[in-house]
């Protein structure tokens, strides 16, 4: 089956220690994304990639970090994480192009965390 | 500015209705309009989306752009309750593959 699994779904931590969030898919996708999301804000983009060891920022990247060793694999990573970054997080992966946004992407279940 | 603005809501209405949501953006080079919808605790998934000023329909759904105004709607005829989730446009930029979200609107469909 198709999909795109994160891990932890749920996460309570506290201000300045370290995490990560794990992001995975099988459908051997170049574009990888995180997003978060916020009451009355949407979806907004943290960091995307488009290809192993080729990763850029989004519209709010403070705060985190990503990286891309393999194709399947998009970890964000809150080096320390403070309560504005409580959110929800989505991690997303389509192929390039128009038709991988329209045709064949992919959502994450979502990741809920609360930083205290 | 937001690049992409969406009334918030909650927007309720009984069962049958029509919904209308609205979405209005400000950089011309946009170029791909796209709605999804959200149910609670799920992401988002891609409802319809279309590239030219106009109507697109889909079933109980049609979009309406109107470029000359940065304008773009979603329609629901024969609203059901299980049309009750949040509503997200997007505007889909080719050019480094970047996909903007607005603000998204709840809409709840009170049988």
């Known amino acids: 089956e198709a999909q795109v699994t994160q891990n932890p779904r749920y996460l309570i931590t506290v201000t300045g220690k370290k995490l990560t969030v794990t992001c995975s898919q099988n459908m051997n996708h170049e574009y990888m994304s995180w997003y978060r999301q916020d009451p009355g804000l949407g979806l907004r983009q943290i960091y995307y990639s488009m290809n192993v060891e080729v990763t850029d920022k989004g519209d709010v990247p403070e705060g985190y970090k990503v990286s891309r060793k393999e194709k399947r694999n998009f970890p964000l990573i809150l080096e320390s994480p403070s309560p504005n970054q409580t959110s929800l997080y989505f991690c997303a992966s389509n192929p390039l192009g128009l038709a991988g946004f329209t045709d064949t992407q992919y959502f994450g279940p979502g990741t809920r965390l609360t930083v205290l | 500015q937001k690049e992409v603005e969406q009334d918030p809501g909650p927007l309720s209405v009984p069962e049958g209705a029509i919904v209308s949501l609205n979405c209005t953006y400000s950089?011309?080079?946009?170029?791909?309009f796209m709605w999804y919808r959200q149910y609670s605790r799920k992401g988002p998934e891609l409802l319809m989306y279309?590239?030219?000023?106009g109507n697109k329909e889909d079933g109980r759904f049609t979009a309406q752009v109107d470029k000359s105004s940065k304008y773009i709607s979603l329609f629901i005829r024969d609203s059901q309750p299980s049309d009750s989730a949040t509503y997200l446009c997007?505007?889909?930029?080719?050019?480094?593959?970047?996909?903007?979200f607005g603000g998204g609107t709840r809409v709840l469909v009170k049988p």
């Open positions: 279309t590239y030219s000023s």
């Open positions: 950089n011309s080079a946009f170029q791909y």
């Open positions: 997007a505007i889909f930029k080719a050019a480094g593959n970047k996909l903007t």
